[in-house]
């Protein structure tokens, strides 16, 4: 077998200069070869070769953290993406640059958070009704809410409990039939998936659908109860779903109720401290699909002391505190990063 001419695989600009990534097929493989030209010198030089798989060892991290790219052949994109994926980047406009040639341009802001996520060393997740409602469950608080002609207040309220029980009852018996057709999508895949991988830590949410769990995310906080569990009001014991549904009182008498955390309750201590304890501490906090009204979403900027993320359908006032903002489904972005980051993880 022949030889084929050497081509240019990548070219990055650097001082005064152009560092090239040449590589040519031999019958052992590919072998490649360094480039170095000096524009003013006039001159190239030959400053390394090797057969390596891809070639991408012979650039060392000055190259990959302070250069520009100037052009990737499509053989070598997803190697380099790699790499970019890995680096932690200090220069903002060098990691634009990088993360711009390697990627589609509809995917720049979801692969900058990826590059954030595995160059963090704690991430934690705080998800909101905008990842549930993706599962078709009707959200509380947006136009189509199914609540819009109702104050939840008055019938998810301790009051309703203690005085309504029966339009308390039949409110979360709704909820229920509603919840038993949800089940979790891709992006809820996808957290899961990177806790598996050991990316993020934990996710803490607002949703008391427990569809995470149902996505196998193992580490949740959550910061409103579980509508999956339920207990006596009176006395708190566990009890099963079938004396909640079908009206039964508990033997002390008390009223049975669903777990989560109603109008005039507190949230749940045991949940809520090393949730916010962890996104204090946290090199990475992202937000998904909560409109920033509620704490402790909003407060978040201002708490941690690493890195905010904020990812929503609508783009809403207080985003503008966050370091990198994404306008999209949680679903449909948490998708598109979790391809990447199978592309980079999986071997
Ligand atoms: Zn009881």
Known sequence: ??????????????????????????????????????????????????????????LDDYAWLSLYPLYVDN??????RKRVLFHRYRNESAFSAWIESTFPEDDWEAAKLVNWILTSGSTVVLTGAGMSTESSLPDFRSKEGWWKNIDPRTVASTEALSHHYDL????????????????????????????KYGRIDAVATQNVDGLHQAAGSQTVYELHGSIRRFRCHQCGEELPRSTF???EACSCGGRIRPGVVLFGEMLPAEAWEPAMEKMERSDLSIVIGTSLEVYPANQLPAVTRGRTAYINKDIQTGAGDFDLVIRGNAGEVLTTMNTYMDEVLME
Do not use: C
């Open 1 to 58: 077998m022949m030889k084929t001419a050497w081509e240019t695989l990548l070219s990055i600009g650097s001082e005064g200069g152009v560092l090239e990534l040449k590589g040519r097929l031999t019958e052992d493989g590919w072998y490649f070869r360094r480039v170095v030209s000096d524009m003013e010198e006039g001159s190239r030089r030959f400053s390394a070769e090797g057969s390596d798989e891809d070639g991408l060892a012979l």
């Open 75 to 80: 053989k070598i994109t997803t190697a380099v």
């Open 168 to 195: 308390f009852h039949s409110f979360y018996k709704a909820r229920l039939d509603n919840l038993d057709q949800a089940s979790p999508h891709n992006g809820h895949r996808a957290l899961a998936n990177w806790e």
């Open 245 to 247: 549904i079908e009206k």
